[in-house]
């Protein structure tokens, strides 16, 4: 299975969008120091708001491993679909094999895949764990994602270091006490900078 790029982007328009903003809010736009700030905003954006597409492969269980595969602290960068601000973390995902395995690679290009757009955390949490169930046909599938929020720590409440963890369960590691204690113990206390 190919995952797919959203629609292109318009450079162009964004860059005239972004000045427009920028004037809107009172920044001084002509100035030496931000002439090309609408230009770089726009790129900024674009390049947190798309991802290349990328092969889901996956490979036959000729082993007829059953034990859980838990890849930890990939990277998650995405922004916020509220206030258009970035949220960062690490997403932990893990799975447990049926007839097919997946290459550890794809587990990052999944997570980058979603995060690339506007998000929230729980829609993001919910979408890995689904196109994993969906593409790799597991007995269960675990994804948790801590991140901090700058649309949290930067404004209103500016609740600076504060960490969001969302999970999704899906199979036996929802409906299997042990499997989703095992799962759970595994990814808990992982994330960076504990």
Known sequence: MTATQAAPVDLVAAERAAADLLRALG????????????????????????????DFTTFANAEGYDELVVVQDIPVRSVCEHHMLPFVGVAHLGYLPADRILGLSKFARLVAFYAHRAQTQERLTQQVADHLDRELAPRGVGVVIEAEHTCMSLRGVRAAGTRTVTSALLGTLRTDPASRAEFLSVTRGSGRGR
């Open 27 to 54: 920044q001084p736009i002509e100035s030496d120091g931000m002439s090309e700030t609408p230009r770089r905003m726009a790129q900024a954006y674009a390049e947190m708001l798309t991802c290349d597409g990328f």
